[in-house]
């Protein structure tokens, strides 16, 4: 684990670093957000690599071999194809249906449980709550905030 967490705080640090310089082009109220997530992300990062090296000088937490089943390898395949197709489909189909679907969707996936014709409750409770938390994005987004999301052929 010391191994792969230094890894990716050496990466995250890249990647922050990389966003605090862009965040110099622009303009100086505009930049404020950017900035303190990267600085955030930056810190953070610092302290993942500094626990990692810790790890490693004390001899813990040895590598773990990745124990992902075959099943596990399948659903992470298949969710990152769902997240490319939500993707594309915000661009042509709006946001808030390509939300909906996408959310219904990863969540059905996800579910740790078995839906069934019997125990139809898991379905309903997935479908309403992309429906209202896709509507209240929206909602949020367009009337309080009045920043325009992507609107496509259906929204």
């Known amino acids: ?43 953070l990062s610092i302290l993942l690599l500094i626990g990692a090296i810790r790890k490693e000088k004390k001899g813990q937490d040895a590598d773990v071999p990745s124990t992902i089943t075959p099943a596990q390898r399948k659903r992470l395949l298949i969710m990152g194809v769902m997240i490319i197709l939500y993707a594309v489909g915000v661009a042509y189909i709006g946001f808030t249906v390509s939300s909906i679907v996408f959310m219904t969707a990863a969540s059905w996936l996800l579910y740790p449980g078995k839906i069934s014709k019997d125990n139809r409750r898991p379905a ?17 987004f367009k009337n309080l ?11």
Request: aromatic share 12%; with cysteine; net charge positive.
């Open 1 to 43: 684990m010391a191994k792969s967490d230094k890894t990716a705080g050496v990466l995250l640090m890249v990647l922050f670093g990389c966003g605090l310089f862009m965040s110099t082009a622009f303009p100086e109220r505009s930049a404020y957000f950017p900035r303190f997530i990267c600085i955030v992300g930056l810190f």
């Open 124 to 140: 309903v409770v997935i479908v309403v709550a992309s429906v209202v938390i896709s509507v209240a994005i929206y909602v949020i």
């Open 145 to 155: 905030l009045y920043v325009p999301l992507p609107s496509g052929l259906l929204i």
